[in-house]
């Protein structure tokens, strides 16, 4: 069974520019959650998806991110524009449902220079 | 908001010593899981907790859940270099919330 797939896994940008990273969930897996991890850090939920509907996106800044998750299955979050702070870890993961374990992508790490 | 906290920060133990990391909770939790993330890798579910003072052993790893359900600690019987990495506890609250609240981990490194 494939895991969650991210992309891209490197991501290096000048600041106030755009940024998107992609998350594929594994197959069937309803919930979607989008995590931002800082170094030595525990990851920290910024939008979590149920299907299509994002029930959960209140640690979302919502002035420069957003994600869409359309027709259910991948999700994108988008940054902008990017700046220095945003540098970080974004890890994707998925679970059958809202209290099921949770499978992480490997993440894809962003440096905004 | 829900804090857990996470103690040490660091562990730095010979191969073959024993390792423990403790959790703690601000709120009483429904339910609390222990991942592990390599060097460089994601985040590794390793198990979950669900009732007042659980126990549960995953060959050398023995995971406690506190009676108040407000605490936890994982504990490895004589490390291997396999063992490295990043140990985060998760707390979830009780109701509709789902959301897991992660501690700062605790890094453990092992001497050969």
């Known amino acids: ?113 | 908001g829900q804090q857990v906290m996470q103690i040490p920060q660091y562990q730095h133990v010979q191969e073959g010593e024993d390792f423990t990391t403790y959790c703690n909770s601000s709120t009483t939790l429904s339910n609390i899981q222990w991942y592990k993330q390599r060097p460089g890798g994601h985040p590794v579910f390793l198990i979950q907790l669900v009732k007042s003072g659980e126990v549960k052993k995953q060959k050398r790893l023995t995971f406690q859940f506190g009676e108040a359900k407000k605490n936890s600690s994982l504990h490895i019987t004589a490390t291997q270099t396999t063992d490295v990495g990043t140990y985060f506890c998760a707390g979830r609250s009780g109701g509709s919330n789902y959301k897991l609240t992660f501690g700062k981990g605790t890094l453990l490194t092992v001497n050969p």
């Open chain 1, 1 to 113: 069974e494939a895991g969650v797939v991210q992309s891209p896994r490197y991501k290096i940008i000048e600041k106030k520019q755009p940024v998107a990273f992609w998350c594929n969930p594994i197959s069937g897996h309803n919930t979607l959650y989008w995590y931002l991890q800082n170094l030595g850090q525990g990851p920290e939920l910024l939008i979590r998806y149920e299907n299509e509907e994002a029930v959960d996106d209140s640690q979302l800044p919502k002035d420069r991110f957003s994600a869409e998750r359309l027709k259910g299955v991948d999700s994108t979050l988008k940054i902008q524009p990017a700046e220095l702070g945003d540098s970080a870890v974004y890890l994707c993961a998925s679970s059958l449902g809202g209290h099921e374990t949770q499978y992480f992508g490997p993440g894809t790490r962003l440096l905004v220079l």
